[in-house]
């Protein structure tokens, strides 16, 4: 069972930066894929950036391809979302995912099984 848990969101301007942080509080998040989603007032949640288990592989959506990295501390059971050069339209609440994602075809919400409760990430003009 993995209990994610997102932290790191906050306010910050176009083209600031951000760190959200995804700590698995059962400490078993080491055999899970990971993912990042979002979910903006009024629409759907849509992925945003995957990572395999291993760290290897990872796939991003191309809103944020060349913005943001995924990446993953198995040591310590997190995985992190870095977001550089932010816009007002990656304003959203920000979903941490565990799942079953093995890099054999691009990643989707039926992928994971596991969700933390949420963060909340504006970007201001």
């Known amino acids: 069972q993995v209990t994610p848990v997102e932290s790191g969101g906050g306010l910050v301007q176009a083209g600031g930066s951000l760190r959200l942080s995804c700590v698995d509080s059962?400490?078993?998040?080491?055999?899970?894929?990971g993912g990042w989603f979002r979910q903006a007032s009024g629409k759907e949640r849509e992925f945003v950036a995957a990572?395999?288990?291993?760290?290897?592989?990872?796939y991003y959506a191309d809103s944020v391809k060349g913005r943001f990295t995924i990446s993953r501390d198995n040591a310590e059971n997190t995985v992190y979302l870095q977001m550089n050069s932010l816009k007002p339209e990656d304003t959203a609440v920000y979903y941490c995912?565990?799942?079953?994602?093995?890099?054999?075809?691009?990643?989707?919400?039926?992928?994971?099984?596991?969700w933390g409760q949420g963060t909340q990430v504006t970007v201001s003009l």
């Open positions: 995912a565990a799942g079953q994602w093995a890099a054999t075809a691009p990643p989707s919400y039926s992928h994971y099984s596991y």
């Open positions: 059962g400490r078993t998040f080491r055999v899970y894929a």
């Open positions: 990572i395999t288990r291993d760290g290897i592989n990872t």
